[in-house]
């Protein structure tokens, strides 16, 4: 499945961080942490009831039993990357004079560069001599060098097991001789609520072994603004850089979640910390292993989120789901019956709330199993079964398969302003967001065209454009466009079924 965004001109949505904070990964430079230092004023000590201090005793040694529980789990991730950055020789035409330090010929060439940072990381599995690290794609997928310190600051060499940066997820393993070494008892995040108390541990701005105290603040966060397709935990426990990797954990002391990236206006914590749940990792830790590499499942459909506006131009009223925009001709969504302007509502008997829920279920059913969609075409319930195939980078980016290649949106008095439209008696949709190589982009479409017809049936609202593009009786389709005062037809697009 590829999950795409658009900018529909009725109003797609985009997940944005508002008030100015900016999301930023939990991965810290070494030595990166400003000093400042605290005074103040005592004051008369106050006697403390004995009851209240029997109590905040009780969650005192609480706390001490979790982090002596887990600290021994968690370790610091320390890595170091080599990138190449081009150079330029502004001396390249007068080689006699100054040289020519980048070799014959002047003009550029690469010079490499090493970068140090630290993260966090939890072991959660051994297999003989071999420990296994979990952590975050963007602090060990693109290291050179991997060190693993332990709570007793042992360190080890690390090497990459896996990464997968859809999920932000990375794995790691490290040898030792030592069966006593600690592994962190995962727990379940799908029974974690808002209000639940919570740890994180990890090494922030390189403060090596760090406890942080808080509750949750909430539950099925998008990640779409970091560009991931989990959702996640929301947390006040304070996270800072270097926490990436590290555990949240609950007050059992099992890992309920990976921290790994914060909302700040400062870049520092502000109480807007987010992990991934733990129940979204499990079976990724036994494919790393197994394969070194996440196997997402594949339907071939693009999706996108949609405002209520949309959903009414749709014909779906105001039901929660997934809006397949585009298909991939040819693939398991078309060969099960679904069709671009469907609104999938649920997946095996169980609701979707959104584009990230979906690609992430899709996601998980291993290829060959079968999916059960309930979609809304219009005003119809459809259920479809689907067979799901691998999801290969090769395949899912494949524009030129991607059907129809555009997304219809409605053509409003607001959009008839923006596309400059004379003639207000035109009726029909706008084409927005038209995929390079697709076949909208062979039939010599653009943003803004207004398609007024399909095959020769007039269209007047996006619910009959999808109606009309119907894949299923259509072995070939045409558009008619108005463009400046004329009509003019498409080519044919011949669909090879």
């Known amino acids: 499945m590829k999950p795409v ?32 230092f605290a005074q103040g004023t005592p004051k008369a000590a106050v006697p403390i009831p004995a009851d209240s201090l029997a109590t905040t005793q009780a969650l ?46 002047g003009g550029s060439g690469e010079r490499e560069y090493e970068n140090k940072g630290l993260g966090s990381g939890v072991i959660v599995r051994r297999t003989g001599k071999t420990n296994y690290v979990l952590t975050n794609n963007h602090v060990a997928g693109k290291a050179t060098t991997i060190k693993i310190k332990l709570n007793d600051e042992r360190e080890f060499e690390g090497k990459l097991v896996g990464a997968d940066e859809r999920m932000d997820i990375a794995l790691v393993s490290f040898e030792s001789d030592d069966k006593n070494i600690t592994i962190a008892k995962l727990g379940d995040s799908d029974s974690v609520q808002q209000g639940d108390i919570v740890l994180a541990l990890g090494s922030p701005l390189g403060y090596f072994a760090s406890v942080t105290q808080g509750i949750v603040s909430a539950t099925g966060r998008s990640g779409g603004q ?26 059992w002391g099992e890992v309920i979640g990976i921290n ?16 991934i749940p733990i129940n979204n990792i499990k079976t990724a830790i036994d494919q790393f292993i197994s394969k070194g590499k996440i196997t997402y499942g594949w339907m071939g459909v ?18 929660s789901g997934a809006f397949a925009g585009e298909i991939f001709l040819n693939s398991p969504a078309m060969k099960g019956g679904l069709q671009a302007g469907d609104f999938i509502v649920a997946i095996n008997g169980h609701d979707v709330k959104g584009v990230d829920q979906l690609v992430r279920e899709v996601g998980n059913i291993p290829a060959g199993q079968t999916a059960l969609l309930t979609v809304l075409r219009g005003k119809n319930k459809l259920d479809l079964s689907v067979k799901i195939e691998e999801r290969t980078e090769k395949v899912s980016s494949d524009n030129s398969l991607l059907w129809p290649g555009f997304i219809a949106s409605p053509l409003t008095d607001e ?16 084409v927005s967001g038209v995929q390079e190589k697709s076949p909208a982009a062979a039939l010599r479409l653009q943003d803004g065209d207004v398609i007024t017809a399909v095959n020769d049936k007039k269209v007047e609202s996006v619910e009959e454009f999808y109606e009309a593009l119907d894949t299923s009786r259509n072995k070939e389709v045409w558009f008619d466009v108005y463009s400046a005062g004329h009509t003019i037809s498409t080519g044919h697009y011949k669909l090879n079924k």
């Open 302 to 319: 693009s999706l996108v989120d949609v405002s209520d506006e949309y959903k009414k131009e749709l014909g779906v009223g105001t039901e």
């Open 226 to 251: 970091i560009g991931s397709i989990s959702d996640f935990i929301q947390t006040d426990a304070a996270i800072n850089q270097g926490n990436s990797g590290g555990p949240l954990v609950n007050i």
């Open 60 to 105: 005192q040694n609480t706390f001490r039993s979790i982090s002596s529980q887990v600290l021994p789990a968690v370790v610091e991730v320390d890595v170091t990357e080599k990138t190449k950055v081009k150079t330029y020789n502004p001396f390249k035409d007068f080689p006699f004079f100054f040289g020519n330090p980048e070799g014959e010929g």
């Open 5 to 36: 965004v658009k900018n529909i001109l009725a109003g797609a949505l985009t997940a944005v961080v508002s008030f100015g904070l900016l999301a930023i990964s939990c991965k810290a430079n070494k030595g990166s942490a400003n000093v400042a």
């Open 260 to 275: 790994t990236w914060i909302a700040s206006q400062s870049g520092g914590s502000q109480g807007l910390g987010f992990s």
């Open 415 to 430: 959009v008839k302003k923006k596309i400059k439209l004379e003639d207000k008696k035109v009726k029909g949709v706008v």
